[in-house]
């Protein structure tokens, strides 16, 4: 089991056009978020622009930007947010009740440290973040296509990470997580042979204190089920 959050490449079978972050799962909207999205949207969504983004001009100031990757319903995203105050948070997610979910979150926590891209983190990242500017990448709990024929449609491969580290500064980081261990043995092979990262424990990493448990992850925990964190650092 995994969160359903909408981080891996497309379902189809059909001929591939590049790497996607996602797929797009239906969901129903609770009045809560959709009011939210109507009244809080105009402020923290922003739209996606074939430009380079300037976080100082979105946050109004220069602090650390942490990009998350798929944030599911946003709950872990403004707590970590919350508990970093001094980071700034952009945060991908194309499920629309996920969305009205952080948006929520950012209201009830009085949050100024995060704004959302509903749009693909891969089409951002192309085209709006500036190489070497993140100070680091959240990616937790990603689609894990159980089925191994369905394996080559995971997020975390080494095209996709190639393209994403290049946007990570140097001395910046890349932290996964998944609750699959076939996954994080992947997410291990294929980040430890990424030339311009390196691991920051000797495998998996201890949970760092940042991330908190989700109530999915809880209950996983609970019935016996492992959870994978890996922390990789880019090299100077």
């Known amino acids: 089991m995994t969160e359903s959050s909408p981080k891996a490449a497309p379902e189809a079978d059909a001929p591939r056009r590049g790497i996607k972050s996602f797929v797009v799962r239906a969901g129903r909207m609770g009045t809560g978020q959709q009011k939210a999205l109507l009244e809080l949207g105009p402020r923290f969504v922003l739209p996606f622009r074939a430009e380079l983004l300037q976080p100082e001009l979105v946050f109004g100031r220069q602090a650390p930007v942490v990009f998350e990757i798929g944030f599911g319903m946003g709950d872990a995203t403004a707590k970590i947010a919350q508990a970093l105050p001094d980071h700034d948070f952009l945060g991908c997610e194309v499920h629309e009740p996920g969305v009205g979910a952080l948006l929520k979150h950012i209201d009830e926590k009085r949050l100024s440290n995060v704004r959302i891209f509903q749009h693909d983190a ?44 290049h946007h990570i500064r140097p001395g910046g980081y890349l932290h996964c997580a998944t609750d699959w261990e076939p996954y994080a043995q992947q997410m291990l092979e294929v980040l430890s042979a ?14 760092p204190a940042y991330r908190p448990l989700t109530k999915f992850e809880s209950r996983g925990l609970k019935l016996g089920h492992g959870v994978w964190d890996l922390v990789f650092r880019r090299k100077p």
């Not at 085209?127 to 997020?155: C, E, Q, T, Y």
Request: proline share 9%.
């Open 122 to 165: 891969v089409e951002v990242l192309e085209h709006m973040i500036a190489p070497g500017s993140l100070a680091g990448v959240h990616i937790f709990f990603p689609d894990p296509w159980h089925k191994k024929r369905h394996n080559k449609r995971r997020l975390i491969q080494a095209p996709f990470v190639a393209k994403l580290v």
């Open 194 to 207: 990424e030339p311009l990262l390196e691991n920051t424990a000797s495998a998996y990493a201890e949970k």
